[in-house]
C-alpha cells in the first residue's frame, strides 16, 4: 500500500506532470508552434482533422465525466486523491484539444455546434455505457472501463497519431506526447488497484466482462468509421504530399492502406484489453467486428 500511495499520489504528479514534461508548454505544445498550412488551407483535409479533432474532445469529455464522477465513489482516501490528478489530467486534455479546434478556425460560439456535427455516434454510445456505471457510484466497474477500457485506446491511438504526425505536424505530436504519458499513468493505476477489488468482490466479473464486450464493440465501430470513411489519404497523396515512414504495431505506416491501419490499431488495442485484463482477473471478451 505504501508504494501505491507513492506512485500515484499528489506530490508524484506534481513532480512527474506540471514540474516535469508539461513545464514550459502551452496548451501540450511548444511556444509559437502552429498547424501546417496543408491542413489549414486544403478544404479536404481542413474536415478531416476537424472531425477527427472532434473525437478526441468527445473522447476526453467521457474521461472527464468518468474520473470525476468516481472520486466520491472511491473506496479509500488515496484512490479519491489520484483520481483528483486525473479528474485535471482529463480537464486538461479537453481543454488542449479544444485549442485545437480553435487553432483551425472554429469559433467559440460554434464549438458545442462543430462537436454535435461530426461526433461519431458510436464513440457517443461507448461514452453513454461507461458514465452509466459511474452514475450508479459502480467504482469496480467504473475504473475498468474508464482506466484499463478508455484510457486503454486513447492510449494507442495516441500513440497511432503521434507516430503519424511526428514528422509532419510537431506542434500536434509534442501536444500528443503529453497525454500519452498521462494515459501511461492512468493505465496503471487501474491494474493496480482494481485487481485487489476484484478478489474482494468476485461477483463484479460478469457485469465488468459484459461493460468490457460492449465498449469494445463500439470502439470498433468507431474505428471502422474513422478509416473507411476517412478522406486524407487520398487527399494527401492528390496534393503530392508524402507519407512520414512512421512506425507503429511494427509495421511501416507509410506502406498501408487505411484499411489496413484500422485493423493495426483494433489489434493493439484488444491485444493490450486481453493482457491487463488477465493481470486483474477479468477474463477478456471477444467482441463482435463491425
Not at 55 to 84: H, T, Y
Request: proline share 4%; aromatic share 8%.
Amino acid at each position: 500500500m505504501a508504494d501505491f500511495l507513492s506512485a500515484y499520489s499528489i506530490q508524484s504528479w506534481l513532480e512527474s506532470c506540471p514540474q516535469g514534461y508539461l513545464e514550459g508548454t502551452e496548451y501540450g505544445h511548444q511556444p509559437g508552434e502552429s498547424e501546417p498550412e496543408l491542413l489549414v488551407n486544403n478544404p479536404v483535409l481542413h474536415e478531416e482533422t476537424m472531425r477527427s479533432t472532434v473525437q478526441l474532445v468527445v473522447g476526453e469529455r467521457c474521461a472527464l465525466a468518468a474520473s470525476s464522477g468516481l472520486i466520491n465513489a472511491a473506496p479509500d482516501e488515496a484512490s479519491k486523491r489520484f483520481l483528483a490528478t486525473q479528474t485535471l489530467d482529463e480537464a486538461r486534455h479537453v481543454e488542449i484539444f479544444t485549442q485545437r479546434l480553435y487553432d483551425l478556425g472554429v469559433r467559440r460560439n460554434e464549438l458545442e455546434n462543430v462537436i454535435q456535427q461530426y461526433a461519431n455516434p458510436n464513440l457517443v454510445k461507448f461514452a453513454e455505457i461507461l458514465l452509466e456505471k459511474v452514475d450508479k457510484k459502480d467504482f469496480v466497474a467504473g475504473v475498468v472501463g474508464q482506466n484499463i477500457v478508455l484510457e486503454g485506446m486513447a492510449f494507442s491511438v495516441f500513440e497511432l497519431i503521434y507516430a503519424l504526425n511526428q514528422e509532419m505536424n510537431p506542434k500536434f505530436a509534442h501536444t500528443l506526447s503529453g497525454t500519452i504519458a498521462d494515459e501511461r499513468r492512468h493505465v496503471g493505476f487501474g491494474e493496480n488497484r482494481i485487481g485487489s477489488l476484484i478478489k474482494q468482490y468476485p461477483e463484479k466479473k460478469p457485469e465488468v466482462e459484459h461493460m468490457q464486450k460492449m465498449m469494445s464493440y463500439y470502439m470498433l465501430a468507431t474505428f471502422a468509421d474513422a478509416f473507411r470513411n476517412n478522406r486524407a489519404a487520398a487527399e494527401f497523396e492528390h496534393v503530392g504530399a508524402q507519407p512520414a515512414h512512421a512506425q507503429f504495431g511494427g509495421v511501416d505506416l507509410a506502406e498501408m492502406t487505411p484499411e489496413e491501419m484500422e485493423q493495426v490499431l483494433a489489434d493493439t488495442v484488444l491485444k493490450e484489453f486481453k493482457t491487463r485484463l488477465g493481470r486483474i482477473g477479468i477474463e477478456y471478451q471477444t467482441p463482435v467486428r463491425p
